[in-house]
């Protein structure tokens, strides 16, 4: 006869298997995920494709790039909210449809100028569904059960930007049914049905809060104040930089300052703020925007050098510089599936940890750099590289949790949205300030130096997360694995 302890230890155990039900409400938001990192990377691959057989120049390609990026950082905190006041399985649904009808739109695009609009509205449709992705996960998962769903979400990132490098290449030379480029958008659509389907099928229906009202000036002046800092960022390395682009970071910081006041005055009033300033009296969301633009600056960062040394200082074919990226990703994603085990065993230190394993592997990294030409210079930077992401990968999913632990359930959205967009924001400084400083270097000393001044750079960007991952530090109770909160 078992005793009572086992029994109560039988049906916590029972209670925290999720029905097949909602595993395949996780898969179905997984997909989504999936398809949104695969299409932030996969036109760069076939971008000169692209550019040949539209006859377009070089900065309508640039658009081609920079509008679905910055269509999708703009509407992260906007469509997060839209899915705490209207409901969140809905929001996710219209995101999937809008973003497969946008990729049907640019298969069949005629024009560089088609080709950009659909883009753009392809962007929106990644904008609506992914804040969704985690808000669902924080609701619908309570427990080692969130702890896991999070961990795959974070096994799924790097998995889609390197699918998106590999198949943005193979995609174009296989020519499949003789659509060429037009098949990196054509793969969307039988993904994005299954996602809806199975959204509708299988995730929970939260009602959203029912407001009627919507911070519409809020909308406005975020929106306004992201394009104006983000698109000289995302343009800025390849046009170079002007005093327009000054003008338009100072009118960022001037209307970035208008929204937190106005924000004020909306929580003040009672009324229904985009971004509710209490997020901010939140340990874990205060000193987890920090910590992610330190950390994700620095991976975008090292994307970024890589591939130009690789491809210039090395010499190696795109295709064959991808290739390099394909056992960081999987790096990465063993080391994100793993996090959640490991911070169960052994708590915050695993955490910390990979910042360790982040530093040593920039330290090997640039201790392999001159080790050899072409083939062999990849493959002596390799081991390096590999630390570096199994840090990564220990880091991402436990930073996603640690920001949104605290979170209430009705301000999920909007949270989720707020991180993703800090997360873009420091993806394109990443890219803008490493990728100045590496032209810059390599114009006075080379490919060689450049690499590896810009790797202590990226060094100082992990010790700084490791700072703030230490004052990040969960509460006795757990902030990882824990039930979210609910405002009362």
Not at 65 to 85: E, F, K, P, Q
Not at 318 to 339: Q, R, T, W, Y
Request: charged fraction near 10%.
């Amino acid at each position: 006869m078992s005793t009572a302890a086992e029994r109560t230890a039988e049906d916590r155990q029972r209670d925290e298997q999720p029905d097949p039900r909602q595993r395949i409400a996780l898969w179905s938001l997984l997909l989504a995920t999936f398809m949104g990192m695969l299409d932030l990377f996969i036109v760069n691959v076939a971008a000169p494709a692209v550019q040949g057989d539209l006859h377009a120049s070089f900065g309508d390609i640039q658009f081609v790039i920079a509008g679905y990026t910055l269509a999708y950082a703009m509407g992260l905190v906007t469509s997060g909210r839209l899915g705490d006041a209207c409901g969140r399985r809905r929001v996710f649904v219209i995101g999937v449809v809008v973003f497969g009808a946008a990729s049907v739109a640019c298969a069949a695009a005629p024009g560089a100028g088609a080709l950009v609009a659909a883009r753009v509205v392809q962007g929106l449709g990644a904008a609506l569904m992914l804040p969704q992705v985690l808000a669902l996960i924080q609701v619908m998962f309570t427990g080692t059960e969130r702890a896991r769903a999070i961990g795959l979400y974070g096994a799924v990132l790097p998995v889609g930007a390197i699918a998106g490098q590999i198949a943005g290449g193979s995609l174009v030379r296989l020519d499949l049914f003789g659509l060429g480029w037009r098949m990196i958008f054509v793969v969307n659509v039988p993904l994005c049905v299954l996602a809806a389907i199975g959204a509708l099928l299988t995730v929970t229906k939260v009602d959203g809060s029912g407001r009627s009202t919507f911070d519409v000036p809020a909308v406005g002046m975020l929106s306004l104040a992201l394009l104006l800092l983000l698109y000289p960022l995302i343009v800025g390395p390849e046009r170079g930089w002007s005093s327009t682009a000054t003008v338009e970071l100072v009118a960022s910081a001037v209307l970035f300052a208008a929204f937190g006041l106005w924000e004020r005055r909306m929580d003040a009033r009672g009324a229904a703020a985009l971004l509710p300033l209490r997020l901010f009296g939140e340990r874990g969301f205060a000193r987890g925007l920090p910590t992610a633009l330190f950390f994700y600056s620095g991976n975008s960062g090292l994307v970024l050098i890589l591939s130009y040394f690789l491809q210039k200082g090395v010499h190696l074919a795109p295709l064959s510089s991808g290739l390099v990226f394909v056992p960081m990703g999987i790096a990465s994603a063993v080391a994100a599936l793993a996090a959640r085990r490991l911070v169960e065993r052994y708590g915050h230190r695993v955490t910390v940890s990979g910042t360790g394993f982040l530093l040593v592997g920039l330290l090997l990294t640039w201790a392999a750099i001159g080790a050899g030409h072409g083939g062999a210079q990849a493959l002596a930077l390799l081991p390096g590289l590999v630390v570096a992401s199994f840090g990564q990968g220990l880091i991402a999913p436990a930073l996603i949790g640690l920001v949104l632990a605290e979170v209430v359930r009705e301000d999920s959205g909007a949270a989720s949205g707020g991180l993703l967009t800090a997360t873009q924001v420091a993806n394109a400084l990443g890219v803008a300030v490493i990728g100045a400083a590496f032209t810059v270097l390599v114009g006075d000393h080379g490919y060689r130096t450049a690499f590896a001044t810009c790797l202590f750079v990226l060094g100082a960007l992990a010790l700084a997360t490791f700072v703030f991952l230490m004052l990040l530090r969960p509460r006795p109770a757990g902030a990882v694995t824990g039930q979210a909160p609910t405002r009362t």
